[in-house]
T-cell receptor
Framework: SQELEQSPQSLIVQEGKNLTINCTSSKTLYGLYWYKQKYGEGLIFLMMLQKGGEEKSHEKITAKLDEKKQQSSLHITASQPSHAGIYLCGADIPYSGAGSYQLTFGKGTKLSVIP | GAVVSQHPSWVICKSGTSVKIECRSL??????MFWYRQFPKQSLMLMATSNEGSKATYEQGVEKDKFLINHASLTLSTLTVTSAHPEDSSFYIC??????????FGDGTRLSIL
């Protein structure tokens, strides 16, 4: 089975600082998704990466999928308190049924931003 | 776009009762809906996958008779926790997906069984 390992598990940064969260897969990634979750709430979709070397940005968040498609990183520039939350990476896993793929998730990275 | 509504957001009930949780895709038709369970400070654990009009596929270790899933339309899936007990207390989240599109999640349901 495919496993996703996220690092670090938790992160505390000063407002304005940059940070990076990593997601490493035990197998080749065919679709990698980044979500943000606030404790006790649902997940907010951030970005989807599918091609090796792909990089996407939205506001101050940039996500990359490495060429070998086994690792992704999420980079936040000039962090703000609004960035605080739990960041989860999820990967498509082959599904024999019809419809969209299942996802397996990493354990998450808890980000705290100190004003 | 891509809004998923989950209801209720919080439910407290007595042991032995059954609880139904609804998951609706509001502005798109979902090929597939997924149900997850999340324990405190843990990641999401996939419980089952359901496609409209067919039986749900449950993950290993998830009791089909305990967690009944009905996916009657392309916009609605329900999870019924039957004869709930305190150990069923958890945070349940649904998601809806289309082929080659990211899954979009509901806001979750916090279930507390007394």
């Amino acid at each position: 089975s495919q496993e996703l390992e996220q690092s670090p598990q938790s992160l505390i940064v000063q407002e304005g600082k940059n940070l990076t969260i990593n997601c490493t897969s035990s197998k080749t990634l065919y679709g990698l998704y980044w979500y943000k979750q606030k404790y006790g709430e649902g997940l907010i979709f951030l970005m989807m990466l599918q091609k090796g070397g792909e990089e996407k940005s939205h506001e101050k968040i940039t996500a990359k999928l490495d060429e070998k498609k086994q690792q992704s990183s999420l980079h936040i520039t000039a962090s703000q308190p609004s960035h605080a939350g739990i960041y989860l990476c999820g990967a498509d896993i082959p599904y024999s049924g019809a419809g969209s793929y299942q996802l397996t998730f990493g354990k998450g990275t808890k980000l705290s931003v100190i004003p | 776009g891509a809004v998923v509504s989950q209801h209720p957001s919080w439910v407290i009930c007595k042991s032995g009762t059954s609880v139904k949780i609804e998951c609706r895709s509001l502005d798109f038709q979902a090929t597939t809906m997924f149900w997850y369970r999340q324990f405190p400070k843990q990641s999401l654990m996939l419980m089952a996958t359901s496609n409209e009009g067919s039986k749900a596929t449950y993950e290993q270790g998830v009791e089909k008779d305990k967690f009944l899933i009905n996916h009657a339309s392309l916009t609605l899936s329900t999870l019924t926790v039957t004869s709930a007990h305190p150990e069923d207390s958890s945070f349940y989240i649904c998601s809806a997906g289309q082929v080659d599109q990211p899954q979009h999640f509901g806001d979750g349901t916090r279930l507390s069984i007394l």
